[in-house]
């Protein structure tokens, strides 16, 4: 099955940047579709953070920035806060599966 | 603003079928793509299918021969059933609006509900 993937977790100090990666395949990044992530906080639904690789919803603050590259995407978030502290999952679109397709999920931490 | 609200049976029997709704209050269900996603405990997301009234039903290559969505415009509700349940479909069951009209592509899932607990255990 499709699945793009992600590390399990990241870790950083309040106010220090953090990447998240998120590697796909021909089939759906590199297919040119775009990439869309979400945050989880746990006991919780996922919530749209970032669109269209790079664009964010009304609300989100601007400390979250998204990326992508060949068959790859990224989450940025600077200035770590403790309530960022979440599940994060990136999302595509695959031809194989004529559907979505999400990220293995990276857990951060603000040490 | 849009609100989407998950019901259903939170005990389903092996063998038997999970049924699920989802009740969008605030839009029209006759617009958008509309899917069902879940997640299994302490897992990740997994695209379960979507249905635009008039554009397409996809469904994911793992779970088609057991699942169906549909649409009832009358009551505002989409639906998901799926068939010869086992333990591995015990999850959270989400449905999530795209606000596409056109490609399921560009604008990701704007709208979630709070999810329903779905256990398979007899």
């Known amino acids: 099955q499709s699945v793009l993937t992600q590390p399990p977790s990241v870790s950083g100090a309040p106010g220090q940047r953090v990447t998240i990666s998120c590697t796909g395949s021909?089939?759906?990044?590199?297919?040119?579709?775009?990439v869309h992530w979400y945050q989880q906080v746990p006991g919780t639904a996922p919530k749209l953070l970032i669109y269209?690789?790079?664009d964010r919803p009304s609300g989100v603050p601007d400390r979250f920035s998204g990326s992508k590259s060949g068959t790859s995407a990224s989450l940025a978030i600077t200035g770590l806060q403790a309530e960022d502290e979440a599940d994060y999952y990136c999302q595509s679109y695959d031809t194989g599966l004529s559907g979505y397709v999400f990220g293995t999920g990276t857990k951060v931490t603000v040490l | 603003q849009v609100q989407l609200q998950e019901s259903g049976p939170g005990l389903v029997k092996p063998s038997e079928t999970l049924s699920l709704t989802c009740t969008v209050s605030g839009g029209s269900v006759s617009s958008h793509y509309w899917s069902w996603i879940r997640q299994p405990p302490g897992k990740g997301l997994e695209w379960i299918g979507y249905m635009h009234h008039s554009v397409r039903t996809n469904y994911n290559p793992s779970l088609k021969s057991r699942v169906t969505i549909s649409i009832d415009t009358s009551k505002n509700q989409v639906s998901l059933k799926l068939s010869s349940v086992t333990a591995a479909d015990t999850a959270v069951y989400y449905c999530?609006?795209?606000?596409?009209?056109?490609?399921?592509?560009?604008?990701?899932?704007?709208?979630w509900g709070h999810g329903t607990t779905v256990t398979v255990s007899s």
């Open positions: 021909s089939s759906n990044i590199g297919a040119r579709y775009d």
């Open positions: 269209g690789n790079t």
């Open positions: 999530a609006r795209d606000p596409s009209n056109s490609y399921p592509y560009y604008y990701g899932l704007d709208v």
